[in-house]
C-alpha cells in the first residue's frame, strides 16, 4: 500500500481538504461521462481534480524528504506502464504525439496513487464517491432507456436498435454500442456486488439492486456479447466472494430469469451462435498472427495503428478486438508478461484478504474486466476513459486495499 502522503504535522489544511478534493475528482471521473458533453472536458476534469492534486500531494512528500514506501505488489504494474510508456519510442505512423502517449501512463500511475491515498486515509470518502459517481451512470441509463425507446420510439426487435447514448445533446454519449455496455457492465458488477453483501441493509440493498437492474438492461440492449458474459462472471464472482443468503436467492431468481429469457429469443440466440459466432473476430485474429513475426517480444510500439481492412473494402478495424493481442501488438509480449505479473499479484492479495469488504467488492469488476477483455477492450493506456473504470479502478482498489489490524478496523467505514 502507498504510505501516507501528506505529512499532517507541516499541512494539515491541505491532508484535511485533499480526500475531498481527491473523491470529487473520483466522482467527476466515474461520472462525467454522463452530464459532460464533451470529452475534453471531462479529461480536463479529471486531471484538475483528481490527477493534479494527487501530483502536488507526491511533490509535497519528496519535498519534506519524508519515504514513500510503495507496496511490491505495485510494482510489476509501474514497470508494466514505463514499459509501455518506453514502447512509443519505436512506434511509427503514430496518429499522436510520443508524448503524449507517455503521459497517459503517467496519468494512469497517479490515478493509482489518488485511489491508494482515498483507502488509506479517507475509506468514508472513497466510498460515497464510488456510490454517488455510479447513481449518476445508472441515472444517466434510465434517461437513455426512456428516451430512446419510450419518446424516440426505437425498436426493441433483437439487434433492431443498439443503444450507446441519451440521444438528446452529446450527455450520456459513449460513441459505441460495445463501449457503452462494457462501461455499464462494469458498473453493474459493482453494484450487485454491494447488494448482495450480507453487511448491507435491506434498503441500502434494494437501492443497489434498482440500479443493477437497471444498468443490466441497458448492457442487454447494446448487445455487446462480451459485456454479456463480463457480468454473468462478475456477478457469479460477486455471490461466491460475498457467500450470502441473498446473493444465493439472487443468483437462483436470475438464473430463471436468463432461462425464460434464453427461451423466448431461442431463435437469435441460435443465430448468434450458428451464424454470427465471433462476428469476423476470427479473420481479425488471423490478420494479427500474420503481421507480428518479427514483432513479438517488443510489438510495434505503443500508438502504431492497427489497420485490418475488411474484405468489403470499406471497413477498417481499429484494434485487435482482444486487449490481450492488442497489448501484445502495441508493446509486445514483455508487457504482456509485466501485465500478467501485476494481475497474479493482485489475484494473490485478492485471495489473501478475501474477507476483506474491499476485495469482495472490487474483485468481481475484475473478473468482469478479464472477461470483456478477452474480445471488445481496445486499450488500457488510454487518457482517462470508460476504459480506467472498467480496468484500472478494480485494480487500484486491490492494490491499495491495507492488510492485517489496518484492514479490521476499516471493516465497518467500508460498509456503513
Known amino acids: 500500500m502507498v504510505s501516507r502522503i501528506i505529512d499532517t504535522k507541516n499541512s494539515r489544511v491541505w491532508s484535511r481538504l485533499l480526500p475531498g478534493v481527491l473523491a470529487l475528482g473520483l466522482f467527476v471521473q466515474l461520472s462525467g461521462q454522463v452530464w459532460l458533453q464533451s470529452g475534453s472536458a471531462h479529461n480536463t476534469q479529471v486531471y484538475l ?3 493534479l492534486p494527487t501530483l502536488i500531494a507526491l511533490v509535497c512528500k519528496l519535498a519534506s524528504r519524508a519515504t514513500i514506501r510503495v507496496s511490491a505488489d505495485y510494482l ?3 514497470l508494466f506502464l514505463a514499459w509501455s510508456a518506453i514502447s512509443v519510442s519505436w512506434n511509427s505512423n503514430a496518429d499522436k504525439q510520443p508524448l503524449d502517449l507517455v503521459k497517459c501512463a503517467a ?12 483507502l488509506s486515509q479517507a475509506q468514508a470518502w472513497l466510498r460515497r464517491a464510488l456510490m454517488a459517481g455510479f447513481l449518476v451512470v445508472a441515472l444517466g441509463a434510465l434517461a437513455s432507456l426512456i428516451y430512446q425507446f419510450l419518446l424516440l420510439d426505437q425498436p426493441l426487435a433483437y439487434r433492431a436498435f443498439r443503444i450507446d447514448r441519451l440521444g438528446y445533446g452529446n450527455f450520456a454519449n459513449y460513441g459505441w454500442p460495445v463501449i457503452a455496455g462494457i462501461f455499464h457492465g462494469a458498473v453493474a458488477v459493482w453494484a450487485f456486488g454491494y447488494a448482495v453483501d450480507r453487511k448491507v441493509g435491506t434498503k441500502s440493498a434494494a437501492v443497489a ?3 443493477f437492474a437497471v444498468l443490466v438492461l441497458y448492457v442487454v440492449l447494446t448487445y455487446a456479447r462480451g459485456a454479456w458474459f463480463g457480468v454473468l462472471g462478475g456477478c457469479l464472482a460477486a455471490v461466491l466472494v460475498q457467500n450470502s443468503r441473498r446473493g444465493w436467492l ?3 431468481a436470475f438464473l430463471l430469469l436468463l432461462l425464460g429469457a434464453g427461451l423466448l429469443y431461442w431463435q437469435a440466440l441460435t443465430f448468434e451462435v450458428q451464424t454470427r459466432q465471433l ?3 476470427e479473420m481479425i485474429w488471423q490478420y494479427f498472427l500474420e503481421v507480428m513475426p518479427g514483432h513479438w517480444l517488443f510489438g510495434y510500439g505503443l500508438g502504431t495503428p492497427f489497420a485490418f481492412a475488411w474484405p468489403d473494402g470499406v471497413n477498417i478495424s481499429p484494434h485487435a478486438h482482444s486487449l490481450y493481442l492488442q497489448q501484445v501488438y502495441d508493446s509486445g509480449l514483455i508487457s504482456l508478461a509485466l501485465m500478467g505479473a501485476g494481475l497474479f499479484c493482485v489475484l494473490r492479495k485478492a485471495w489473501r484478504l478475501r474477507d476483506n469488504p474491499w476485495v469482495r467488492l472490487a474483485f468481481p469488476a475484475l473478473v468482469f474486466a478479464l472477461i470483456a477483455m478477452l474480445t471488445d477492450v481496445e486499450r488500457i493506456i488510454t487518457r482517462p476513459s470508460v476504459y480506467w473504470t472498467v480496468f484500472w479502478l478494480p485494480v487500484a482498489v486491490l492494490l491499495a486495499t491495507p492488510a492485517g489490524r489496518q484492514a479490521a478496523r476499516d471493516d465497518e467505514v467500508a460498509t456503513s
Not at 493509482?112 to 482515498?118: D, S
Open 76 to 78: 510489476p504494474w509501474l
Open 49 to 51: 481534480g483528481l490527477l
Open 279 to 281: 462476428s469476423g473476430r
Open 250 to 252: 439472487l443468483s437462483a
Open 209 to 211: 439492486l434498482a440500479v
Open 107 to 118: 496519468f494512469i500511475a497517479l490515478f493509482l496513487v489518488a485511489v491508494a491515498i482515498l
